[in-house]
């Protein structure tokens, strides 16, 4: 293409209302498909993660000034620990403790919790002796 065909195409698209087409075409590659490729996969499945056994995790290994070493520490005592008192040296509210007492210290730590009610109505926590 010369120089005057340009103007020509030009001075046509102007008349009929249409944009002049482009000189050069678009250094751009072909729009495909977004797909991946195939991958192999390795024959080795991803193993569980190893838990302590239950028992293996036991008071003595509470570090000192921790929130679980405050609570084992009271209900360490001869007799026991009210709900208020651990909530008061936790912070924690009273399902809070509960749930603490059930799971931390009964199941993970395998140390066995009683409860009974006091002369006031009032439940208190120890270890079983």
Same mark, same amino acid.
């Given at each position: ?15 009929? *209302? ?8 678009a ?32 008071? #003595?290994?509470?570090?000192? *000034? ?8 009271l ?15 936790? *912070? ?7 749930? =603490?007492? #059930? ?11 009683? #409860?009974?009610?006091?002369? *006031? ?5 120890? =270890?079983?002796?």
């Open positions: 293409m010369n120089a005057s065909s340009m103007e020509e195409n030009n001075a046509q698209a102007a008349a009929t *209302g249409e944009k002049p087409k482009a000189n050069k075409k250094r751009v590659a072909p729009k495909s498909a977004h797909v991946t490729t195939k991958t192999t996969r390795s024959g080795k499945k991803a193993s569980a993660t190893k838990k302590t056994p239950k028992g293996a995790k036991k008071a #003595s290994s509470v570090r000192d *000034g921790s929130k679980t070493g405050k609570v084992v520490d209900l360490k005592r001869p007799d026991g620990a009210t709900l208020k008192e651990l909530m008061k040296a936790t *912070g924690w509210q009273a399902h809070s403790v509960r749930g =603490f007492l #059930s799971g931390t210290i009964s199941k993970k730590m395998g140390l066995t919790v009683t #409860s009974t009610k006091g002369e *006031g109505g009032e439940r208190i926590y120890s =270890f079983k002796a």
